[in-house]
């Protein structure tokens, strides 16, 4: 038999690595660095390992096919994709910090706006600060709507 590639596959089927062997290679099953992962001999060969390994898993002794991934925020488990929403408002969050932390100097109190210039400011950072709660259904970080910096 030849084996093409060795792929490290987590408990859900996902092959995390893809390794092409330059000689020699472990023998299929528990993986030796960690138990909790298995190692699969590929005897069929891959053009492009990474559109490979977003196509297939393996279940039950043989790879299979999965339909395309929703979108960058997901990861397979229990044979379907799920939105990994704590990754993508950890996302969010970071972008909307570094947008307050730009402003933050709109509310101090020695600078040269006018008071009505401030409360605009004031205004904007609110909105920004009312996104996750207002925007939750979103899944992609191009469905958040940010509001319009005042001039």
Request: glycine fraction near 4%; proline fraction near 5%; charged fraction near 30%.
């Amino acid at each position: 038999m030849t084996v093409y590639a060795v792929a490290i596959v987590n408990t859900e089927g996902h092959a995390e690595s893809v390794y092409i062997p330059g000689g020699t290679f472990q023998d299929e099953g528990p993986w030796e660095l960690d138990n909790t992962k298995t190692v699969v001999h590929i005897t069929t060969q891959i053009e492009d390992i990474a559109e490979w390994s977003k196509v297939f898993y393996y279940k039950d002794g043989g790879w299979a096919d999965r339909p395309p991934s929703p979108g960058e925020y997901y990861y397979w488990k229990d044979e379907e994709w799920v939105f990994d929403s704590e990754h993508f408002w950890k996302l969010v969050r970071e972008d909307r910090n570094v947008r307050l932390w730009k402003t933050d100097w709109t509310q101090i109190s020695d600078n040269d706006l006018t008071d009505a210039k401030k409360a605009e400011w004031k205004e904007y950072r609110a909105v920004l600060r009312m996104i996750p709660a207002q925007q939750s259904n979103a899944k992609n970080l191009k469905e958040i709507i940010w509001p319009t910096e005042p001039s």
